[in-house]
């Protein structure tokens, strides 16, 4: 069955520092790919997407590329402010009818001033 | 334009009660999933509504069941509660049309069983 794994957290970063969560994926056909983002006491919100090999999906100043050949989807950016504190979730859907989401597990992300 | 709203917020229950949950979509979507997200852990898949009708179904027992109406919105239901079933129950929408690539998500209900 399909399967994505993603670092563990929590990763703790000072303010401007750059961040990657590393995401690899396994799926029996030719997988979309997303990352969720989930503020403390909210539901998910898409963060960005990729639905084919070498895509790159680029929302506020995130970015994740698609790579077929090691089957993994990493999150990063740049510098990262106090507010991108909050849990990142990797997620996979086959695109066949149904679509459901499969998820990581999550990994929390801490920024300090 | 209304995102995904769900109701109630928090739920608390005791083992053995049942619960309904319910779903709006976001405007003009037509395909509701729900699932169900414990403490620390990524949201797992419960079942997929599309036209009413229940599309695709994940790993979980049959005491969780659910319904959509004609206006598109759902219902989640869940009997017999267990422990085990205190999360936060995530209701996404979706366009079929576009094969539901984007699932929108509500603020979920928290349900806490005792």
């Known amino acids: 069955g399909n399967s994505v794994t993603q670092m563990e957290g929590p990763v703790t970063l000072s303010e401007e520092a750059f961040l990657t969560i590393n995401c690899t994926y396994t799926a029996t056909g030719y997988p979309s790919l997303f990352w969720y983002v989930q503020y403390p006491g909210e539901g998910l919100q898409l963060l960005l997407k990729a639905t084919k090999a070498d895509d790159k999906g680029s929302n506020k100043g995130f970015e994740a590329t698609y790579r077929k050949e090691t089957t993994s989807f990493h999150l990063e950016k740049g510098s990262v402010q106090v507010s991108d504190s909050a849990v990142y979730f990797c997620a996979l859907s086959e695109g066949a009818a149904g679509n459901k989401l499969t998820f990581g597990g999550g990994t929390r992300v801490l920024v300090k001033p | 334009d209304a995102g995904v709203t769900q109701s109630p917020t928090h739920l608390i229950k005791t083992r053995g009660q049942q619960v309904t949950l319910r779903c709006s979509p976001k405007?003009?979507?037509?395909?509701v999933s729900w699932y169900q997200q414990a403490l620390g852990q990524g949201p797992q898949f419960i079942f997929q509504?599309?036209?009413?009708?229940?599309?695709q179904r994940g790993n979980f027992p049959d005491r969780f069941s659910g319904h959509q109406f004609p206006n598109y919105s759902s219902e989640l239901n869940v009997n017999a509660l267990l422990l085990g079933d205190s999360a936060l129950y995530l209701c996404?929408?979706?366009?079929?049309?576009?094969?539901?690539?984007?699932?929108?998500f509500g603020p979920g209900t928290r349900l806490l069983v005792l």
């Open positions: 996404a929408s979706s366009l079929e049309v576009n094969r539901g690539e984007t699932q929108y």
């Open positions: 509504y599309y036209e009413e009708e229940e599309r």
């Open positions: 405007s003009g979507h037509d395909t």
